[in-house]
C-alpha cells in the first residue's frame, strides 16, 4: 500500500498556492482537466520536487449499466503513466443511461449519481471494475459517494456493499469521510456503522472537505470549511486503522492559502490525535482474520468460498473492449429490454444465484445490466428530462437533486463558456434554468453550451439587438454554421414526436 501523507487537490484556480504550501506530501488532479502531452507548468514543478500526482476520475460511470468505454480507460491509463500515478481512483456511481441497453438515446448526468445497493447492481459493477482493472496500468481506488436520494429496495448496507465489492475484486477504496456524513444528514445513515462494516485494510487514502446544511439537506459543495462533524468522521476512521494518505478537497470560493494551510494542519492533528501519533497497517493475517469475521457476520461470501477474485491488478495485460452511445432527446423505454441483449451482443448468462444472492465471479447473470439499465434511466430521465418519479422513490428529494444538477450544469458552462454570463448578464442564470429543466445533456458540457445558445438564437432571445448580435457571432465561432431556421426545427420537432409514438 503506497504511503501518501497529508495531500491537498490541485486545481488551476491555486495552483501557485498549492505550491508554496508547506508540507504538501501529494496532489490530486482531476483526470478529465488534464491532457497526457501537455501537462501544466505547475504540476511538472511539483512531480520534479518529488510531489505525488493521483488523478481522479470522475466520467468512468464504473456504476452503471454499460461497460466501461474504452476510449475512456486508455485516456485514463495515459494520464496515470504521464504522471507517473502509483494509483489512480474514480467514484462508485453511474453518470449516463439509456442507450443500446434501454433501446433509448443516451444521457449525460453531468454528476456522480447513487448506484443501487443491489446485487444486479454489484454484480455489474465487479465487471466493470474488473474492465476497468485490466486497462490501467497501476491499481485502481474507489470512492464512496455522497447522495441526495435512496433507492428503494436495497438489499445492503453501504459498508456491505463495499465489503463484497473489495472481496470480489481486490480493488481498493478511496473513503470519502465527507460523503459518509452527508448521507448521515440526507439519508439517515450511521457514519459509524458504516465504518464499522468497511473493509478499512483495503484503505488507499481518505477524502476530507467541506460543505452546508441547508433546509434540511446538506450539499457536499467542496466549496466551504472542513466542519466539525466531519473532522469527527475523520477521527473514527483513523481510530480503526491509520489511513496511507489524506487529501483536503476544495473546488470552488478559494480561500487565501493561509486558510488552505490551516485547514491540512487540522486535518494532520486530527489523524495524529485520533491514532496516537502512530501509523500502522493491519498485518497480512490480521486483515485475512478480520475479513472472514465480517463476511460472516453479515451472510457474505467469506475468502476460500469460490466468489473471490482477487487479482494483482499491477501486472494486468491492457483489454480495451468496443463501445457506443447513441444520441438525442430522451424517452424512457415503456418495457424491459428482452434478456440476454447487451447493446446488440448475447450476454452469456450466469449461473443461478446461491443462498446469499450472488454468482460467481467473472459472469454477470442473464438481464442483471438490462434490469439495472432500466432502472437507471428512469431515475435519470425524472432528474433531468422532466419525466415521471420513478415508483418508490421520495419526489421532494428528487425535486431538490433535480435543481441541483441544474445549477451545476450553470456552473459548470459558465466555467467552459465564460462568455455567455458576460453577454448575457444577470439573466443567464434564470435564461439557462428554464432551458435546462426538460433539455437533458447528451454530449458533454461544449456540446451543453451550443446547444443553450442555439435554443435562445431560434427564440429570437436575447431581446436586446447586440447582446444577440453577440451571441450569434459566438455561436458560429464555435459551431460553424448558421443557427437552424424554423424549417429546421419543426423537421426535429417532428422527428421527435414520431420517436415517441415508436417508443410507445
Known sequence: ????????GWRPEIAEAVEALPGVDWVEVVAENLCAGHLP?????????????????????????????????????????????????????FVRAGGALTATPALEAGHLLPVPRTWDALEVLCENVRIAQDALPVPL?????????????????????????????????????????????????DPAKALADLPVEALAYVHVAGGLERDGVWHDTHAHPVPPEVLAVLSDLASRVSPPGALLERDDHFPPAEELASEL???????????????????????????VARSAAHGLAAPGSGLAAVDDVAERPLLIGAGARASGGFMPAPHPVPAGTDGGAAVPEGPERGRNGTASPGTVSGGARERLALAQAALLSALVAGTPVPEGFDARRLGVQSRALVAKRAGVIAKVAPELPEILGT???????????????????????????????????????EARRRLTHWWQDRAGARPPGRATRLARAARAAFAGRWAA
Open 1 to 8: 500500500m503506497t504511503e501518501l501523507g497529508i495531500g491537498i
Open 265 to 291: 494542519a487540522t486535518i494532520r492533528r486530527t489523524l495524529r490525535t485520533a491514532t496516537g501519533g502512530a501509523a500502522s497497517v493491519p498485518a497480512t493475517a490480521e486483515v485475512a482474520a478480520d475479513s
Open 141 to 189: 481506488a474507489l470512492e464512496n459517494i455522497a447522495a441526495l436520494v435512496r433507492w428503494p429496495g436495497e438489499e445492503l448496507t453501504e459498508g456491505q456493499f463495499l465489503a463484497e465489492l473489495v472481496e470480489r475484486t481486490g480493488v481498493r477504496l478511496l473513503i470519502d469521510v465527507a460523503n459518509l456524513h452527508t448521507n448521515h444528514v440526507n439519508r439517515g445513515e
Open 427 to 465: 439573466g443567464f442564470r434564470a435564461a439557462f434554468s428554464s432551458y435546462a429543466l426538460t433539455r437533458p445533456m447528451t454530449g458533454g458540457y461544449r456540446r451543453d453550451a451550443l446547444d443553450f445558445v442555439e435554443h435562445l438564437l431560434v427564440a429570437g432571445r436575447p431581446e436586446d439587438p
Open 41 to 93: 507548468d505547475s504540476l511538472t514543478r511539483l512531480r520534479a520536487r518529488g510531489v505525488t500526482v493521483v488523478p481522479h476520475g470522475v466520467s468512468l460511470g464504473l456504476g452503471g449499466a454499460d461497460r466501461p468505454d474504452a476510449g475512456r480507460l486508455a485516456d485514463l491509463a495515459a494520464k496515470a503513466t504521464a504522471l507517473g500515478a502509483p494509483l489512480v481512483t474514480e467514484h462508485i456511481a
